[in-house]
């Protein structure tokens, strides 16, 4: 496929970089949240990725629209996530463990999202919105999940 440039191209590339977070954080959330035994801590989870799926569903109808399949996480950054998961909650299976391993994901997408936000300046209001969407979506479930750790 051709690579587009200008406002279109930065668009399309901040929307697939949209669409692998998303799916890294709707991956990570259902790598976890059948081991958490506290009720609230699980539904708050399960509610985090609602919002994920329903953004995803918005950044697909947007990728269509300029006819991109989008984009999947990293297959190495993914397993590398799944490893860590599973070592660490064999090693100590606690909730808290869960907290501190979705604050680390919250906290790299969030890092990463921003980056490009910066990257991708040319980027229509629409995608940019559904990026600070998502980085706000990471951050208040980070700050949910002190009460975890």
Do not use: W
């Not at 697939?16 to 954080?25: P, V, Y």
């Not at 506290?38 to 919002?51: G, P, Y």
């Not at 953004?55 to 990728?63: F, N, P």
């Not at 209001?125 to 999940?145: H, P, T, W």
Request: charged share 35%; proline share 2%; aromatic share 4%.
């Amino acid at each position: 496929m051709k690579e587009k440039i200008g406002k279109d191209g930065d668009t399309v590339k901040l929307l697939r970089e949209c669409d692998a977070g998303i799916k890294m954080g709707i991956s990570s959330i259902e790598d976890v949240v059948s081991d958490v035994k506290d009720r609230n801590f699980r539904e708050m989870l399960n509610e985090c990725r609602r919002r994920h799926e329903a953004l995803s569903i918005e950044v697909g109808a947007l990728l269509d629209e300029h006819q991109d399949a989008g984009k999947n996480p990293n297959p190495i950054a993914k397993s590398m996530s799944y490893i860590k998961t599973n070592l660490m909650m064999t090693i100590k299976p606690k909730d808290e463990t869960v907290a501190d391993l979705m604050t680390d994901g919250c906290n790299m997408g969030i890092k990463s999202l921003g980056r490009y936000l910066n990257q991708y300046k040319s980027a229509d209001e629409k995608s940019r919105d559904i990026a600070k969407n998502l980085i706000s979506l990471e951050d208040r479930l980070s700050n949910d999940l002190r009460e975890y750790l």
